[in-house]
T-cell receptor
Framework: GENVEQHPSTLSVQEGDSAVIKCTYS??????FPWYKQELGKRPQLIID?????GEKKDQRIAVTLNKTAKHFSLHITETQPEDSAVYFC?????????FGKGTKLSVIP | DAGVIQSPRHEVTEMGQEVTLRCKPI?????LFWYRQTMMRGLELLIY????????DSGMPEDRFSAKMPNASFSTLKIQPSEPRDSAVYFC????????????FGSGTRLTVV
């Protein structure tokens, strides 16, 4: 089955700096890669996703890049704000099942 | 739409008791998933239903766990008997797709077994 590794597990950045979270996956058949944000005590919510026929996707301050050859994808958050503080999960899917990474706790220091 | 609705939000029970978690998926979504979230293991898929039929229950940890989906608008996850190691947050998610996209999570049930 699919295996998703996510790094780092924790990340602290100063407000206004950029944050990058990286994930690798094992199953070359995976073709859908979403990112979820989970605030403390709340549900995971989709913030951006990318499909295997696209190398990069951007939505305001967040962007995701995908390298299918290397089987890794990354989340980039620019101009970080305190409200970006949360746990971020990457996931990969080739069918119905999303396999999640272990999460990255992002802390944005004002 | 009110989204995926789970109940209860919190459940505290004694070891050995039966626990039933409930989920109402988004209307029109034909896929339903039960996940368990712990610090150690992250988000783990327990079971997947498509059109009310269990398709993959390989993530169900043991026979103490069972899940049903009697109709398109309701699913239950039952643990009997419960054990302290079952303490976790249980999420239900539904999707309009069988391709991994379109997931919407419920608010989760925080289960504590003492």
């Amino acid at each position: 089955g699919e295996n998703v590794e996510q790094h780092p597990s924790t990340l602290s950045v100063q407000e206004g700096d950029s944050a990058v979270i990286k994930c690798t996956y094992s199953d070359s058949a995976s073709n859908y890669f979403p990112w979820y944000k989970q605030e403390l005590g709340k549900r995971p919510q989709l913030i951006i996703d990318i499909r295997s026929n696209v190398g990069e996707k951007k939505d305001q301050r967040i962007a995701v890049t995908l390298n299918k050859t290397a089987k890794h994808f990354s989340l980039h958050i620019t101009e970080t704000q305190p409200e970006d503080s949360a746990v971020y999960f990457c996931a990969a899917s080739g069918s119905y099942q999303l396999t999640f990474g272990k999460g990255t706790k992002l802390s944005v220091i004002p | 739409d009110a989204g995926v609705i789970q109940s209860p939000r919190h459940e505290v029970t004694e070891m050995g008791q039966e626990v039933t978690l409930r989920c109402k998926p988004i209307s029109g979504h034909n896929s339903l998933f039960w996940y368990r979230q712990t610090m150690m293991r992250g988000l783990e898929l327990l079971i997947y239903f498509n059109n009310n039929v269990p398709i993959d229950d390989s993530g169900m940890p043991e026979d103490r766990f069972s899940a049903k989906m009697p109709n398109a608008s309701f699913s239950t996850l039952k643990i009997q008997p419960s054990e302290p190691r079952d303490s976790a947050v249980y999420f239900c998610a539904s999707s309009y797709s069988s391709l991994g996209d379109g997931y919407t999570f419920g608010s989760g049930t925080r289960l504590t077994v003492v």
